[in-house]
């Protein structure tokens, strides 16, 4: 008669006496597919927020935030991929449209025709300066970050 055997919440059926079993079992587990791979760190890297004033700040969730706008086309669409409240990326799009010379979303309101927001030349011009200066702030220091990595502890290959 076929035994069951539970590993959380796998169920494995083998067949034969219990002591066949619990051995094909532990083989079972000892197998290459089933272990337990070291989790690496992830490489060091940069998120960079530029700090403009006091309570004006563009950093790598604002910028997320523009780029799934421009995808979507919806603040509420954009906010929910990001697991944010339809509140909350309407408050953060509200201070980027006022701290920038011209808002960077422009939106249009639901109802039966449906809303929208789409992003501006001038959005488009930010969210693109700022992954720009991401990527030339990373490229320069990734000696330094690769040196900061080193000198972590629990990473294969550092100490």
């Not at 067949?15 to 490489?43: W, Y």
């Not at 780029?67 to 509200?94: F, N, Q």
């Not at 927001?117 to 488009?124: N, P, R, S």
Request: a positive charge.
């Amino acid at each position: 008669m076929p035994k069951q055997v539970l590993f959380g919440r796998n169920c494995l059926v083998f067949a034969g006496s219990v002591r066949t079993c619990l051995r094909r079992a532990i083989n079972f587990c000892k197998s290459p597919d089933m272990q337990i791979k070291p989790q690496h760190p992830p490489e060091p890297r940069l998120r960079i927020r530029i700090v403009f004033g006091e309570d004006e700040m563009m950093g790598p969730g604002k910028a997320d935030l523009l780029e799934r706008i421009d995808r979507c086309g919806s603040i509420a669409a954009a906010g929910r991929e990001m697991g944010m409240s339809y509140k909350r990326a309407w408050e953060l799009i509200g201070t980027l449209n006022a701290m920038f010379r011209a808002p960077l979303v422009e939106s249009t309101r639901g109802g039966p025709g449906g809303g929208g927001a789409v992003l501006t030349d001038l959005g488009h011009e930010v969210v693109s300066e700022y992954r720009a200066f991401e990527a030339e702030a990373a490229a320069g220091g990734s000696a330094r970050l690769a040196t900061l990595g080193k000198m972590l502890k629990d990473i294969p290959g550092g100490k």
